[in-house]
Nanobody
Framework: VQLQASGGGLVQPGESLRLSCQASGSIFRTKSKGWYRQAPGKQRESVAVITSGGIRNYADSVKGRFTISGDYAKGTLYLQMDSLKPEDTATYYC?????????WGQGTQVTVSS
């Protein structure tokens, strides 16, 4: 499956953004699907992931501020990001894992700065 991420941008602290990821096909049945991020000089980290059982796992740093959702049959995945902080600045990637493959979007830049 091919993934196209969008929705990044430059915002001020406290503002919101919604990232979107459009897959080339359904992402209804997957091993996992989610969002990751990588800040300059840091390793890529998990932000919000939905497991095959539908459990949503969030990084501690974003709990209560970020929400993952989507229309999986239509191949869309969203990340609603509220109360953004400067430390949320990173390139955000969507990911879909099946039992046969792992797919990554191209990344979308989120910059939180006053």
């Amino acid at each position: 499956v091919q993934l196209q991420a969008s929705g990044g941008g430059l915002v001020q602290p406290g503002e919101s953004l919604r990232l979107s990821c459009q897959a080339s096909g359904s992402i209804f049945r997957t091993k996992s699907k989610g969002w990751y991020r990588q800040a300059p000089g840091k390793q890529r980290e998990s932000v919000a992931v939905i497991t095959s059982g539908g459990i949503r796992n969030y990084a501690d740093s974003v709990k209560g501020r970020f929400t993952i959702s989507g229309d999986y049959a239509k191949g869309t995945l969203y990340l609603q990001m509220d109360s953004l902080k400067p430390e949320d600045t990173a390139t955000y990637y969507c990911n879909v894992e099946t039992y046969l493959s792992s797919s990554w979007g191209q990344g979308t830049q989120v910059t939180v700065s006053s």
